[in-house]
């Protein structure tokens, strides 16, 4: 299956932790990479390549892997941390991309 | 890195839409492109990619054989030429850069596309 699995909603109080996961059987093979996306706006790559972030993303983004679960946490979350989180990983073809459902992070 | 998209609008179902997405700000010539959609309240679809020279495109298998992905490297820009839509086209398409053939490092804003009657 090429299908990738988030929980629809968590929420965490602020300046606390969060972790958002990701379950595919594809995860075994390929690395998963995060994107946030606040309302009206375009996604925005926050982890790529299991653990790496690009140059202005916090250091509180951290990404993890393990077996067919890929995970995004939020070490000390803000209130600009609230936003849809999505994983995204090739799919079993290797030739094709698939996301999954998406995860809405409310901040108390 | 700049992504801007253009070409969006209403269609009626069966119509057909031309999206284009302008490159700058790198060498275009050198990465996969590939086009993402959401439709309005729902989650992120990958639509379509396309290799540097155009050789290989790939393509969801909801929109084989209606859209065509293409792209013109003397002018950094990405097409979408999106043919017998329906109603379930409805969404804002994205153009994105393709990094290492793993992750979309650069997006553009979006461009909505309604299908409707």
């Known amino acids: 299956s090429s299908e990738l699995t988030q929980d629809p909603a968590v929420s965490v109080s602020l300046g606390q932790t969060v972790r958002i996961t990701c379950q595919g059987d594809?995860?075994?093979?390929?690395?998963a990479s995060w994107f946030q996306q606040k309302t009206g706006q375009a996604p925005l790559l926050v982890i790529f390549?299991?653990?790496n972030r690009p140059s202005g993303i916090p250091g509180r983004f951290s990404g993890s892997n393990s077996g067919d679960t890929a995970s995004l946490t939020i070490t000390g979350a803000q209130a600009e941390d609230e936003a849809d989180y999505y994983c995204?990983?090739?799919?079993?073809?290797?030739?094709?991309?698939?996301f999954g459902s998406g995860t809405k992070v409310t901040v108390l | 890195v700049q992504l801007v998209e253009s070409g969006g609008g209403l269609v009626q179902p069966g119509g057909s839409v031309r999206l284009s997405c302008a490159a700058s700000?790198?060498?275009?010539?050198?990465?996969?492109m590939t086009w993402v959609r959401q439709a309005p309240g729902k989650g992120l679809e990958w639509v379509a990619n396309?290799?540097?020279?155009?050789?290989?495109?790939y393509y969801v298998d909801s929109v084989k054989g209606r859209f065509t992905i293409s792209r013109d490297n003397a002018g950094n820009s990405l097409f979408l030429q999106m043919n017998n839509l329906r109603l379930d086209d409805t969404a804002v398409y994205y153009c994105?850069?393709?990094?290492?053939?793993?992750?979309?490092?650069?997006w553009g804003r979006g461009t909505l596309v309604t299908v409707s009657s």
């Open positions: 994105a850069r393709e990094w290492a053939a793993s992750y979309f490092d650069y």
């Open positions: 700000g790198f060498t275009f010539s050198t990465y996969w």
């Open positions: 396309i290799k540097q020279d155009g050789s290989e495109k």
């Open positions: 594809i995860l075994r093979n390929f690395y």
């Open positions: 390549v299991k653990d």
């Open positions: 995204c990983s090739r799919d079993s073809s290797g030739n094709h991309y698939v």
